[in-house]
RNA sequence: UCAGUCGGCUGGGCGGCCGCGGCGCAUAUCGCGUCGAGGAAAGUCCGGGCUCCACGGAGACACGGUGCCGGUUAACGGCCGGCGGGGGCGACCCCAGGGAAAGUGCCACAGAGAAGAGACCGCUUCGGCUCACGCCGCAGCAAGGGUGAAAAGGUGCGGUAAGAGCGCACCGCGCUUUCGGUAACGAAAGCGGCACGGCAAACCCCACCGGGAGCAAAGCCGAAUAGGAAUGGCAGCGGGAGAAAUCCCGCGAUCCGUCUUCGGAUUCGCUAUUCGGGUUGGCUGCUUGAGGCGGCGCGCAAGCGCCGUCCCAGAGGAAUGGCCGCCGCGCGGGAGCAAUCCCGCCUUACAGAACCCGGCUUACAGGCCGGCUGAUGCU
């Protein structure tokens, strides 16, 4: 699973679709190409402190990475917002919200 | 046993499946092995290493820091030992602890008086008035009261009209000498009738220390695009001369001299190659170090020396995670006379390496160990 690194790659997926998924929200862009679908986390300072804050990251990568093999598109960029929430949600409903979410955008992209 | 005080340690364990980062091996595409957060990784408050910049030496001035003595250390504002002061029955704890006879300044409020001070209440001889209690006056005084953070040595005895270092003893203080101690300092003796209030976290004086910036330091490699320089090739627009190469005039543009005028230079463009700078990016710096552990020796200790042994995170939008099982701990609830058993808890504090070390400071659920002190009980 390719990860987003670069403040650019950030910065356009922040203009596309986004959708609420319960403890975080996800920001999608269409790179228009045939490479596989990669993902970028943003957990912000107000978030929490450095533990919570890296607890986070590693519970939404460890979900993306469930789910992102039968729902990412290839050609597409996804970027995770964290909430707070997500450091105390059910690993299961981590997982269910960012399904729901995904298969909402790409429902109304067509 | 209770109360207290000081110091140290720990910060869940085992296993399964699926993953992540480094390194090694490899059939180099599947894989295998191995290692992978902390005591504070934190705050970034000191001290160093390292890198770059600046700098001839030395000194002076300014600014900042430190401030009892000795030791320790690469260094420190750290640490250890000691001294002095204060607190506690004690173990022990606390101290921004150089200089106030170098100078300047400040000491609010209260109070009569706040630094060569002062007399509000008060005490007393004498004189006057009054039968008397007492009142008034001149003078002497500062014991007692009162104000204050602080009132110009303290306590006691003598002394006196009342008093006062006025005299004496002890304590304190100052000076001198001797002794002990490396020293800070301590002890003793003698002398002095007491001078020298406090504040230096007010300025200041003295001693010592200090160049600046930081791994986003610094070095290397370097794409596209734009721009710079050099060289080669082709080459502006209009008109004229010529067979042509080419030359002349005008126009535009750029540059130069001083803005204009005027004068000079370029042919400014396109293209190719090369060079230099350089952003995104990549690599190095990057983890072997004042290193960890063990033993021996020296030292009261901080620490030092020798020997053996180990390699123990190196990420970079930043790896150490997700889901389970069993055990353990804690809390809550229930059953039971009890031992114990059952159920529940999003089961664990503070907190995530970012160049590396030495400290300091701050945060921290629960648990463990040891030294010492006081009280009580038993022998």
Avoid: C, W
């Amino acid at each position: 699973m390719q990860r987003l690194k670069r403040r650019a790659d950030f910065l356009a997926a922040r203009d596309g679709k986004r959708a609420p998924a319960g403890a975080f929200f996800v920001q999608v862009r269409n790179r228009h190409d045939a490479a596989e679908p990669r993902i970028g986390l943003t957990v912000t300072k107000k978030t929490g402190n450095a533990v919570e804050r890296n607890r986070i990251r590693r519970r939404l990568r460890e979900a993306a990475k469930n789910v992102m093999s039968a729902a990412g598109k290839p050609g597409f960029d996804y970027v995770l917002v964290a909430r707070r929430e997500a450091l105390g949600a059910p690993f299961a409903a981590l997982v269910k919200d960012l399904e729901r979410a995904l298969k909402k955008v790409h429902d109304r992209s067509g």
